[in-house]
């Protein structure tokens, strides 16, 4: 089966944006996240626009690689989130955990304000 889920990078940020993907989650976001991890890339952004629903094994999957990225010294973030995805993290006593921004610009300045973004490269 081939991957369906991919990211891009902005600078030293990698953005991940899954949309109507967002089931891969489960199985695809964390080799994709560890690859990312290898090549030395600690900023994560994980875009939920347009994701109006996420089953157990979806946000398992994003927990594990938020995991895998704090366990390496990173951040991973998520941004975009409907209110029903919001209410979902408090009730599963996951928004003490996740860093949830409103907008993708909030989340990429939340790693280095001060740092012009760089133009997006496709991997």
Not at 5 to 23: C, F, H, K, M, S
Not at 112 to 118: C, E, M, N, V
């Amino acid at each position: 089966m081939a991957a369906t889920l991919n990211g891009r990078t902005l600078g030293d940020v990698v953005l991940i944006e899954p949309g109507a993907q967002i089931r891969t989650c489960a199985d695809e976001l964390p080799p994709l996240v560890t690859g990312y991890l290898d090549q030395r890339f600690g900023n994560f952004i994980l875009n939920l626009h347009g994701v109006e629903h996420m089953d157990s094994s979806t946000l398992g999957g994003i927990a594990l690689s938020h995991g895998l990225v704090s366990r390496r010294g990173g951040r991973f973030t998520l941004c975009c989130c409907v209110p029903r995805l919001v209410r979902l993290f408090h009730t599963t006593k996951l928004s003490g955990i996740f860093e949830v921004f409103d907008t993708e610009q909030e989340a990429l300045e939340s790693f280095d304000p001060d740092a012009p973004t760089r133009p997006a490269q496709p991997r």
